[in-house]
């Protein structure tokens, strides 16, 4: 998956909305204001990276799997990944950990707030 797909499916999904809060460089994604997931525009190393949230179960063997899959960079190692965008990790997983990093934030609101999300 390149930036420009990672881009267009985190728009794609409801409720998302993309801010620059941390700079022209770096693309953000919230959903209800609650940041889900973020990539640098300037590639580390030549390379499109993406940080988002998974349960931490899941991110253990996701790391274990794929060399495209890290701790968080420049976050909470305990509940955020970084994703290689171009990588060993194929374009459907990338996809389905940025649903689940969306799921994972919602699940964290309030109750009226994931009532609203999910009526969405």
Known sequence: MNIEEYRDYCLSLKGSEECFPFGDDTLVYKVFGKVYTYAGLNPKDGRFI???????????????????????????????????????VPDELVKRLI???????????????????YEM
């Open 50 to 88: 993406a940080n988002m949230k998974c349960d931490t179960a899941w991110s253990a063997e996701l790391m274990e799997r794929y060399s495209g899959i890290t701790f968080g960079y420049h976050s909470d190692k305990k509940y955020w990944i970084t994703v290689e965008l171009e990588s060993d």
């Open 99 to 117: 649903s689940h990093s969306v799921d994972e934030v919602v699940k964290k609101m309030p109750k009226s707030k994931q009532r609203l999300y």
